[in-house]
């Protein structure tokens, strides 16, 4: 019976600043894209909250108008009734 035992074999990176720099300049780009991604998140969550505010805004100045127009209406017939308007 032959025994066989496997080896991980794996190639041995080669020597150099560079290499050296590899994993530290990965790990600042992941940290980076972190942080922008969360910008990102933010920046969303602002814009979803001025646009239901202008929403609001819109909603809030049509009520105005209709409030100030009924009361024109009401001060133009009460005029008229005074000029004798029939």
Known sequence: MNHH???LI???A???PFTQMVPPVLSAAVIGLAGL???V????QSVSTVAADIQELKND???RLSDIEARVRTLEMSLGRRNGAP
């Open 61 to 63: 100045s049509k009520e």
């Open 14 to 16: 080669p020597d150099g």
């Open 37 to 39: 991604f969360m910008q």
């Open 41 to 44: 998140a933010k920046l969303d």
């Open 10 to 12: 794996t190639a041995k």
């Open 5 to 7: 035992e496997e080896e």
